[in-house]
């Protein structure tokens, strides 16, 4: 449903009518995320800079109109669907890289930059930016701090939001906020900065982030090991877990991803595994070196049939290929895919592998399941389809009964995903009532009508449920 056409005139003043879409026929891609459901903006605006945004957002917010903030629309639980009527967003032209400073090791980026952008310049200046989510050509820098995603280095180097520094908020009535600083240490007044992050554009616009980078280690090398046994293969990264050789990244997949991932792109992993374990290490080339020797070892030695080790200098990218397309992989064989997304204490991470298997079984539902083994994320993919109510009745069971088995391990309920329109039912089974009172009120503090992305936690204002999202199954051939 269109908005207003009085309130759409007075956008196209700001942006210009190459920059605002209300046609069906040309909004209609802006309802989709790479979660399975699908909404109708009212409009789409493309915003090229921070005073369109200011002024945007101050006029649609007088008005009452629902906004919800988009870069990419890779976001996998609907963190960037609109409410009816509303408007998105979109800030995927606000792509530059303003700054890199090397000494302070910081960059200073637009919120629709891509992460792929700046993790490659910051290499040819022989720094990292860590923060590594799959498919990260796609993935924007808004996406991953309106998420705090993570990705595999997590494991060493933390989430999205142990890197960001500072950031620009545009706020309801088109003020600009500027959070945090330029240095690795503030505690000037209350960390805001760690507040925003996470809150998945309900707070207000990130444009503009000062993000922290890490020196580019002199060397790495990665380890694959493979397994006859998917709970074999979990237990192998407790044991490597136990040896202290501090990977940077330590991951699983198990056999429905392996089919999958050799099926789409023929990585050459054995037939015959049944799961697999990934590690890297960073480090001088000695140390790399003989920790990889050391891993490799440990990973064997707990049942592992087929290894291979890459030596320093050498690349390993037909190595993690296996891991970073395994979603895409997926994605190819089953009408609806449901990315899940929770975290358990790691030393639960493979009884929750089992009970997750043991899960799907009782529902009778087919999945896959990777996960970032090192720091307890699991992601179970729900292989069905949605426009068999049986299959979608299946999987709804199938996501809560995973839900409530993390918190039982003293987990969370998202790690990296997000909320979005997915989970927000589920969020009163992890926070008590006090702290979901007091999010209200945080909420209320920066957004007292509640439009920003309303249709998520914390939902503070007069808009759809979650569950009035229409779910779509999406062909795939």
């Given at each position: 449903?269109?908005?207003?056409?009085?309130?759409?005139?007075?956008?196209?003043?700001?942006?210009?009518?190459?920059?605002?879409?209300?046609?069906?026929?040309?909004?209609?891609?802006?309802?989709?995320?790479?979660?399975?459901?699908?909404?109708?903006?009212?409009?789409?605006?493309?915003?090229?800079?921070?005073?369109?945004?200011?002024?945007?957002?101050?006029?649609?917010?007088?008005?009452?109109?629902?906004?919800?903030i988009r870069g990419s629309g890779t976001n996998v639980c609907g963190s960037a669907l609109t409410a009816?009527?509303?408007?998105?967003?979109?800030?995927?032209?606000?792509?530059?890289?303003?700054?890199?400073?090397?000494?302070?090791?910081?960059?200073?980026?637009?919120?629709?930059?891509?992460?792929?952008?700046?993790?490659?310049?910051?290499?040819?200046?022989?720094?990292?930016?860590?923060?590594?989510?799959?498919?990260?050509?796609?993935?924007?820098?808004?996406?991953?701090?309106?998420?705090?995603?993570?990705?595999?280095?997590?494991?060493?180097?933390?989430?999205?939001?142990?890197?960001?520094?500072?950031?620009?908020?545009?706020?309801?009535?088109?003020?600009?906020?500027?959070?945090?600083?330029?240095?690795?240490?503030?505690?000037?007044?209350?960390?805001?900065?760690?507040?925003?992050?996470?809150?998945?554009?309900?707070?207000?616009?990130?444009?503009?982030?000062?993000?922290?980078?890490?020196?580019?280690?002199?060397?790495?090398?990665?380890?694959?090991?493979?397994?006859?046994?998917?709970?074999?293969?979990?237990?192998?990264?407790?044991?490597?877990?136990?040896?202290?050789?501090?990977?940077?990244?330590?991951?699983?997949?198990?056999?429905?991803?392996?089919?999958?991932?050799?099926?789409?792109?023929?990585?050459?992993?054995?037939?015959?595994?049944?799961?697999?374990?990934?590690?890297?290490?960073?480090?001088?080339?000695?140390?790399?070196?003989?920790?990889?020797?050391?891993?490799?070892?440990?990973?064997?030695?707990?049942?592992?049939?087929?290894?291979?080790?890459?030596?320093?200098?050498?690349?390993?990218?037909?190595?993690?290929?296996?891991?970073?397309?395994?979603?895409?992989?997926?994605?190819?064989?089953?009408?609806?895919?449901?990315?899940?997304?929770?975290?358990?204490?790691?030393?639960?991470?493979?009884?929750?592998?089992?009970?997750?298997?043991?899960?799907?079984?009782?529902?009778?539902?087919?999945?896959?399941?990777?996960?970032?083994?090192?720091?307890?994320?699991?992601?179970?993919?729900?292989?069905?389809?949605?426009?068999?109510?049986?299959?979608?009745?299946?999987?709804?069971?199938?996501?809560?009964?995973?839900?409530?088995?993390?918190?039982?391990?003293?987990?969370?309920?998202?790690?990296?995903?997000?909320?979005?329109?997915?989970?927000?039912?589920?969020?009163?089974?992890?926070?008590?009532?006090?702290?979901?009172?007091?999010?209200?009120?945080?909420?209320?503090?920066?957004?007292?009508?509640?439009?920003?992305?309303?249709?998520?936690?914390?939902?503070?204002?007069?808009?759809?449920?979650?569950?009035?999202?229409?779910?779509?199954?999406?062909?795939?051939?």
């Open positions: 449903m269109p908005i207003d056409p009085h309130i759409a005139a007075s956008v196209r003043d700001i942006v210009g009518a190459e920059n605002f879409l209300d046609h069906p026929a040309e909004t209609q891609s802006y309802g989709f995320n790479s979660y399975p459901a699908f909404t109708e903006p009212g409009a789409v605006v493309m915003l090229r800079d921070v005073e369109q945004v200011q002024r945007v957002v101050a006029m649609l917010y007088d008005r009452d109109v629902p906004m919800v009816k009527g509303g408007v998105v967003l979109s800030l995927e032209r606000m792509t530059r890289i303003l700054e890199l400073d090397t000494v302070s090791r910081f960059a200073v980026v637009e919120a629709g930059a891509s992460v792929d952008q700046l993790q490659k310049l910051a290499i040819e200046n022989g720094l990292l930016f860590t923060p590594n989510p799959g498919n990260v050509a796609a993935v924007t820098v808004g996406g991953i701090i309106g998420c705090n995603s993570s990705g595999d280095l997590a494991l060493s180097y933390g989430t999205t939001r142990d890197f960001v520094l500072g950031l620009d908020l545009v706020i309801h009535d088109g003020s600009l906020i500027r959070l945090g600083a330029r240095c690795r240490k503030d505690v000037t007044g209350y960390d805001l900065v760690r507040l925003v992050v996470g809150s998945e554009g309900t707070l207000g616009v990130v444009t503009q982030a000062t993000l922290k980078l890490v020196d580019k280690p002199e060397a790495e090398t990665s380890v694959l090991v493979g397994y006859d046994e998917e709970q074999v293969g979990a237990e192998a990264c407790l044991a490597l877990l136990e040896e202290r050789l501090s990977p940077v990244a330590l991951e699983f997949m198990d056999n429905q991803t392996l089919r999958a991932v050799e099926a789409a792109f023929k990585i050459g992993i054995p037939d015959r595994a049944k799961a697999v374990v990934l590690a890297r290490f960073f480090g001088t080339r000695e140390a790399t070196a003989a920790a990889a020797r050391r891993a490799e070892a440990v990973l064997v030695r707990a049942g592992g049939f087929y290894s291979t080790t890459t030596a320093p200098g050498e690349s390993a990218e037909h190595l993690w290929r296996a891991r970073h397309w395994a979603y895409p992989a997926l994605a190819r064989i089953c009408p609806t895919l449901y990315g899940e997304d929770i975290r358990v204490p790691v030393r639960h991470f493979p009884a929750a592998l089992r009970r997750i298997y043991e899960i799907a079984a009782e529902v009778g539902i087919h999945i896959a399941c990777f996960a970032h083994a090192g720091d307890g994320q699991l992601h179970p993919l729900l292989l069905t389809d949605d426009s068999d109510p049986v299959q979608k009745e299946r999987a709804d069971r199938f996501v809560e009964g995973v839900i409530d088995m993390a918190l039982e391990y003293g987990g969370s309920i998202t790690g990296e995903h997000g909320i979005g329109v997915h989970k927000s039912r589920y969020v009163k089974r992890q926070l008590d009532t006090p702290a979901l009172e007091l999010t209200a009120r945080v909420k209320k503090a920066f957004d007292p009508k509640g439009l920003f992305n309303p249709m998520i936690f914390p939902n503070v204002g007069p808009v759809p449920e979650p569950q009035n999202v229409r779910r779509l199954a999406v062909y795939t051939l």
